[in-house]
């Protein structure tokens, strides 16, 4: 099982397959320092790991639709996204929310392109984010997300609500249309193939 586990809390008892040496996995020194394939049967290292693996979200719906936890955690993720592109940093590389981004034409100007929405509805609610995050001399273009994705983030966005913001939920559970990301073009079609899905419909990302 492959997981992208930069700095993912493991137990001493890890059992790292070293069959793959450019791994350089070192889960036994109680940190795992990057890609590593572990036993399927040791559930509590696989679980823990899936969780440090999921927890960034890079939503396709409209900034305007996330409480403040939520927007303040799409910008700091975001920015993750975009040192990731740029080659700043290895954790996240090959996260399943970046594939999108990776495949598009031309990606810093999608990821900066995508930041800028946010940083404009941060100003409507006059938060501090830093502008000089983002390079500013993107050239605007479009990417795609399915209606089938659209409704899975709708409705894991109103299952974060109901505990997080009870008058945002309230404010969007009748809604019967959402827009999205002005960086991104709705289509027809199934939910994303890089989307994690979740059997109880609780997935660890804001």
Not at 49 to 67: A, E, F, G, N
């Amino acid at each position: 099982m492959y997981l992208d586990c930069k700095n993912a809390p493991l137990s001493a008892s890890a059992e790292c397959r070293r069959d793959i040496p450019s791994l350089n996995c070192r889960a036994v020194s109680g940190k795992c320092q990057g890609r590593c394939y572990f036993r399927d049967a040791d559930k509590k290292i696989i679980t823990s790991i899936i969780i440090v693996k999921i927890k960034m979200r890079i939503w396709s719906l409209h900034p305007k639709y996330l409480d403040a936890k939520g927007l303040v955690a799409l910008w700091r993720e975001s920015l993750l996204a975009k040192n990731v592109l740029e080659g700043r940093t290895v954790g996240y590389r090959n996260h399943p929310q970046l594939t999108r981004f990776k495949q598009a034409k031309r990606p810093f100007d999608s990821i900066n392109h995508y930041l800028s929405e946010i940083y404009l509805e941060s100003e409507k609610r006059n938060y501090n984010f830093d502008m000089q995050k983002i390079n500013w001399h993107f050239k605007k273009s479009k990417l795609t997300v399915t209606t089938g994705q659209l409704n899975y983030e709708v409705k894991h966005l109103l299952v974060k609500l109901k505990t997080r913001d009870i008058n945002k939920y309230e404010e969007l559970r009748t809604k019967s249309t959402f827009d999205i990301n002005p960086l991104f073009k709705l289509v027809s079609g199934d939910i994303e193939s890089w989307e994690l899905l979740s059997d109880e419909g609780n997935i660890n990302s804001h």
